[in-house]
């Protein structure tokens, strides 16, 4: 029995790791810095959080196949146990496949959110699924045969009754084996014998940032993250000391002598690019010739720009950013959390009160990514999505409609709102499975594959809203931000291809009656649209941001993300990661964009320095979300 349940675990353990390197050989670029040695130990490493999973998810079969029980032999009991080892091991490999391309997106392994990803209502979610395996089928391919070596293991070691049982010796003898079982199973699940269980951050521990989610395994950061508090309140300073370092809390932007804006207010267009990181804009790159994106080019030769930096990977991370100035610091979404109730300093909301008619808009189906549901939560008091469209023939097949048909019904919708208004436009085009209408398949010569081609559609669709809106009166009267929700999952060129270069975003601000365009290098981020928009808009009243005014600000310039449990600053030319409570990396960018040198040893004023500041940071988001203190308004 024993030697039975010892190979069909070690059997799901080779599995597990077949599975990791089905992950590398997938995501090579991700990890092209690690040599072949190097390689090989994260490889090895990786065993200890395998152990961990293949302990959770096998204590029913383990503790089945070692119940000190006569029963256990009998071949419908033992029917049901190989079943259920198939089942359970069959989802633990499933998840581990599922990330094989997911991690594209994400970059980093799926945590619990999964579970609210299917249990949403959206209608979308199966169709969805069933797109990832027909685009991806030949990793569904790849899963059933790793499904068909478990029922083979199963089927091919069978446990055979012993000739003689005695009662007495027999039945103390397995309930031994049993209690064993179990304490090894209690070791394996903890992945050792330290104080404290092994987590996702752990990783951290073996190698860098970038490279925990080919240490890690999807069951392990699943199952780890499932049901648990998202954050824990945190006292790296004392109140006073606190605001000194870092404090999310504005004044307010009231006007001064002089100032022409009065109370003529402009109109607010916040457009979020789908996918748009600035390795696809001409704009960003040394040169524009053959560029993809030739009329957003054009527009931000015309604007107020930077090189700025998403808070988050995904559309989810990137809207509260953008629209409250809250990054994603948490293991879970916020729009998935149950802070997601916290009242939160959203933009529509202080527009409204500013008295602006305000709308969000996005093509795709109404419930996808609860955008709707944060739109409201921000104070907008309109969503218009693919239902509110209503016309089927442009729909995409997959998401919603096509960005140029439903760019000019936004175009009109806007047009018919009350000035001042503000609205929020997200695109959505350029998201995989980067769909075009057929008439434009062959239309961008310059595009050399479906993600660039996308791209280029919707700067097309840009150019032609653009186009649409420009002979309105209310278009010189306007404040136009332009940026992106994150960056794509591929195509990841020079330094982008980093833990920060993952990261690289467009932020301008356009006006058209201000052409004069102007780049600025300095430290930007999504969550500083906000507090730079109330500063054009002079709100006056104070609010919470965790952003700097970009235009005019006296506070220090930078970037925070998080990302597989660690936390990553970028502030003054150094790019810091810390763990929650010591810093694992200390980077100097302009010089080592790849992050391969480590001056966490040697530079420790810098070290000090950053580390403060982020843990201020750190501090004021945990316990101002837990405590729902993300708003002044009462």
Same mark, same amino acid.
């Given at each position: ?265 402009? $109109? ?354 945990? $316990? ?11």
């Amino acid at each position: 029995m024993q030697r039975l349940l010892m190979i069909k675990l070690f059997a799901v353990l080779l599995l597990m790791g077949t599975t990791r390197w089905v992950f590398y050989l997938f995501n090579t670029d991700t990890f092209s810095q690690l040599h072949f040695f190097e390689l090989l130990r994260l490889m090895f490493v990786g065993l200890r959080f395998d152990l961990s999973a293949l302990a959770i998810i096998n204590l029913p079969v383990i503790l089945m196949l070692t119940v000190p029980f006569v029963f256990r032999f009998h071949p419908i009991y033992q029917r049901i146990t190989n079943i259920l080892f198939v089942v359970l091991n069959s989802l633990a490999l499933a998840l581990n496949m599922i990330d094989v391309i997911y991690f594209r997106y994400i970059s980093k392994r799926t945590t619990s959110e999964l579970f609210q990803f299917f249990g949403n209502k959206d209608e979308n979610v199966f169709l969805l699924v069933g797109r990832f395996f027909i685009d991806f089928w030949y990793i569904l391919l790849m899963f059933l045969l790793l499904v068909w070596a478990l029922v083979f293991i199963s089927k091919f070691i069978v446990l055979k009754s012993p000739a003689t049982i005695r009662q007495t010796r027999w039945y103390v003898v397995q309930s031994l084996i049993c209690v064993l079982w179990l304490g090894i199973s209690v070791i394996m699940i903890r992945g050792g014998f330290q104080l404290k269980p092994i987590s996702l951050v752990s990783a951290a521990r073996y190698t860098s940032p970038q490279h925990m989610a080919l240490v890690l395994n999807t069951p392990f950061t699943v199952i780890k993250t499932y049901n648990t508090k998202a954050i824990k309140p945190v006292s790296y300073f004392e109140h006073d000391a606190l605001v000194k370092v870092f404090n999310p809390v504005y004044a307010g932007f009231p006007v001064t002598a002089g100032d022409s804006l009065g109370q003529d207010k402009k $109109n607010v267009v916040i457009l979020i690019l789908e996918s748009f990181g600035r390795e696809h804009i001409g704009f960003y790159q040394a040169s524009t010739e053959n560029s993809n994106t030739p009329f957003l080019d054009s527009l931000l030769a015309e604007s107020i720009s930077f090189r700025a930096w998403a808070n988050g990977k995904r559309s989810i991370e990137a809207v509260p950013s953008i629209l409250a100035s809250l990054p994603s610091l948490m293991n879970i979404d916020y729009l998935t959390s149950h802070y997601v109730s916290n009242n939160i300093t959203g933009l529509g909301t202080i527009l409204q009160e500013m008295g602006y008619s305000t709308a969000f808009f996005h093509g795709g189906s109404n419930g996808t990514m609860s955008f709707d549901a944060f739109a409201r939560v921000a104070g907008f008091e309109h969503y218009f999505g693919r239902d509110e469209y209503s016309n089927e023939a442009d729909f995409d097949g997959q998401w919603g409609i096509f960005d140029e048909p439903f760019l000019q019904y936004t175009a009109a919708q806007i047009n018919a709102m009350p000035e001042p208004f503000g609205v929020g436009l997200f695109t959505l085009s350029s998201h995989h499975p980067y769909t075009v209408p057929p008439q434009y398949n062959q239309a961008f010569p310059n595009a050399h594959n479906k993600i660039q081609k996308s791209i280029a559609y919707t700067d097309l669709a840009l150019r032609r809203f653009f186009e649409t809106m420009k002979h309105e009166p209310w278009f010189n009267h306007t404040i136009f931000v332009i940026t992106a929700d994150h960056t794509s999952e591929d195509d990841k060129i020079g330094g982008m291809n980093s833990a920060l270069g993952n990261f690289a975003v467009p932020l301008a601000f356009y006006q058209p009656d201000q052409q004069a365009g102007a780049r600025i290098d300095g430290l930007a981020q999504q969550t500083d649209i906000l507090p730079t928009l109330l500063a054009m808009l002079h709100y006056d009243k104070p609010f919470v941001a965790f952003g700097n005014n970009l235009i005019g600000t006296t506070k220090p310039a930078y970037s925070v993300s998080f990302l597989n449990g660690i936390y990553q600053l970028l502030m003054d030319g150094y790019l810091i990661q810390f763990n929650g409570s010591q810093t694992i990396g200390l980077y100097q960018m302009e010089k080592d964009p790849m992050l391969l040198n480590n001056l966490a040893d040697t530079e420790p004023e810098v070290k000090h320095r950053l580390e403060s500041f982020l843990k201020a940071v750190i501090q004021q988001y945990n $316990n101002r979300m837990i405590n729902n203190a993300l708003t002044l308004i009462e």
